[in-house]
């Protein structure tokens, strides 16, 4: 009888075994996010573009933005970038260029106050990652890839980064109909874009009771 009652706890402990082993395999290890944002006092979002044939080119900044980091289990194939640009904030240092760009002729920011971008998946690369989603300018979204390199990082939070790619305005629908009184291409289609930021512990927002 002792050796029935025996072999049944042995069996009943197997069977709780087994169990627990399913359960672990069902549910992994628990997914680590941390959630990060570009501190943007030392951070910048810079872009150029060739005008007059190529012969010179213009430089300026978006100075309102917003990029956000989920950094999934210490692993950036797993993460997801995101970012938000108020359009208006565009800055070339010359207020009646800035002023143009503003206007229906160009990026019309009344209507479209904000340039978004928000990665689908993030792949590995030779020289670093690229973020492949959704980039929505001018009310057209397009798939876009940016191409990135993560330069360093200090401590838990903070990761320095940098991307390097070019935009096509004109599939966005940006200037499309702008004509040169004098010159022809006066603006080149393509706008290239670099940023560089620095990340920190994003704050969430306080849920309502």
């Known amino acids: 009888m002792r050796s029935l009652i025996k072999k049944q706890a042995v069996r009943g402990s197997l069977l709780l075994l087994v169990m ?16 990060l944002t570009a501190e943007t006092n030392h ?5 150029s573009v060739p005008i007059a044939n190529g012969i010179t080119r213009v430089t300026g900044k978006f100075n ?28 070339t240092g010359i207020d009646g260029r800035d002023e143009h760009l ?8 009344e209507t479209y106050p904000e340039i978004t971008f928000a990665s689908s998946r993030i792949e590995k690369t030779d020289d670093g990652y690229k973020a492949i989603g959704d980039l929505i300018l001018h009310g057209v979204s397009k798939e876009t890839e940016i191409p ?21 305005r ?18 080149s289609e393509v706008i290239d874009v670099e940023i560089d930021f620095w990340t920190k512990k994003r704050k969430e927002p306080k849920k309502e009771e």
């Open 148 to 168: 990135f390199v993560v330069n360093g990082m200090d401590g838990k939070n903070t990761f320095g980064i940098s991307a390097r790619f070019s935009v096509d």
């Open 102 to 109: 503003r206007s229906t002729d160009f990026f019309d920011t």
């Open 43 to 47: 951070s910048s979002f810079l872009f």
């Open 20 to 35: 627990s082993l399913l359960l672990l395999s069902f549910t992994g290890t628990p997914t680590e996010v941390r959630k």
């Open 64 to 91: 309102e933005y917003t990029i956000d980091l989920d950094y999934v289990d210490e692993d950036f194939t797993k993460s997801t970038l995101s970012a938000s640009i108020k359009s208006a904030s565009i800055d």
């Open 170 to 187: 004109t599939a966005h629908g940006v200037g499309n109909d702008f004509k040169h009184t004098s010159i022809e291409n006066f603006i």
